[in-house]
C-alpha cells in the first residue's frame, strides 16, 4: 500500500541556518507533490508544487525539490527565522484517493 | 472571498453519542474532503465529495461517514463516538477538476473531545 513518511517527527535548527525536510513515498508513482505549512491549532496551508518533470522549484527562501527516481522530495527554508517554525506536510498527488494523502509531517522549530 | 469555514470548532461528546460537522467551502469550489488529525497519526484522509457523490475514500470504518449538498456544503457524520475519536477534523475545498494540480484550501477544524 501508499506510504508517505517525513524524515523525522521533529527538527532543531539555529536562527540563519537551512532547514532541510525529506519526504518519501513508496508504491505510488505521483505526478506532482505538494508542500504545506501547518500552524498548531490551525488548518494547513499551501506552499509550493513541484511537477515530476521538474528538477527543482523556488519561492523566496523556499526551495523545493522532486526525485521521481528516488521517490523523494526535499524542501529547504534558507536564513531560517522563529517564524518559519511550524509542522510542515509533504503531498505527493497522482489520481484517485492517492491524490489526497499526506505524509505524517515534520515539525520544524527555529531557535533564536 | 471567504475561506473555508467549518462549525462548531469545539464539540465534547460521550461515548456513543454520535456527531454531526459542517464544511462551507469557497465559493465555486466544489470538492469538499475530510481529514482527521490526531498526534499520532498525522493527517488521514477520510473521504471526498465531489458535486453531492463521495468520489474518493480513504480506511476508516464505517461509522464515518458524510455527505455533500448541492451547494456543495458538506456535513461529516461519527455514530457511535468512541474515545479514540477524539481528534481535529479538517475539511479542505478546491475545484475538484484538476488532479494533483490542485491546491487544498482548509478550514480551522473542528476539535472534538469524546469523554
Known amino acids: 500500500s501508499q506510504k508517505i513518511e517525513q524524515n523525522s517527527e521533529a527538527l532543531n535548527i539555529q536562527e540563519g541556518k537551512t532547514a532541510t525536510l525529506t519526504c518519501n513515498y513508496t508504491?505510488?508513482?505521483?505526478?506532482?507533490l505538494q508542500w504545506y505549512r501547518q500552524d498548531p491549532g490551525r488548518g494547513p496551508v499551501f506552499l509550493l508544487l513541484?511537477?515530476?518533470?521538474?528538477k527543482e522549484k523556488r519561492k523566496e527562501r523556499l526551495k523545493v525539490t522532486f526525485d521521481t527516481t528516488l521517490k523523494q522530495s526535499l524542501f529547504h527554508i534558507t536564513a531560517s527565522q522563529p517564524a518559519d517554525s511550524a509542522t510542515y506536510l509533504c503531498?505527493?498527488?497522482?489520481?484517485?484517493?492517492?491524490?489526497?494523502?499526506f505524509g505524517t509531517g515534520t515539525r520544524l522549530t527555529v531557535i533564536p | 472571498k471567504a475561506g473555508v469555514t467549518q462549525t462548531p470548532r469545539y464539540l465534547i461528546k460521550t461515548r456513543g453519542q454520535q456527531v454531526t460537522l459542517s464544511c462551507s467551502p469557497i465559493?465555486?469550489?466544489?470538492?469538499v474532503s475530510w481529514y482527521q488529525q490526531t498526534p499520532g497519526q498525522g493527517l488521514q484522509f477520510l473521504f471526498e465529495?465531489?458535486?453531492?457523490?463521495?468520489?474518493n475514500k480513504g480506511n476508516f470504518p464505517g461509522r464515518f461517514s458524510g455527505r455533500q449538498f448541492s451547494n456543495s456544503r458538506s456535513e461529516m457524520n461519527v455514530s457511535t463516538l468512541e474515545l479514540g475519536d477524539s481528534a481535529l477534523y479538517l475539511c479542505?475545498?478546491?475545484?475538484?477538476?484538476?488532479?494533483?494540480?490542485?491546491?487544498?484550501?482548509f478550514g480551522p477544524g473542528t476539535r472534538l473531545l469524546v469523554l
Open positions: 503531498a505527493p498527488r497522482g489520481t484517485g484517493a492517492n491524490n489526497l494523502f
Open positions: 465559493s465555486g469550489h466544489r470538492s
Open positions: 508504491n505510488y508513482s505521483p505526478a506532482y
Open positions: 479542505a475545498s478546491s475545484f475538484g477538476l484538476a488532479g494533483g494540480r490542485e491546491t487544498q484550501y
Open positions: 465529495y465531489f458535486s453531492e457523490t463521495q468520489r
Open positions: 513541484i511537477r515530476e518533470n521538474e
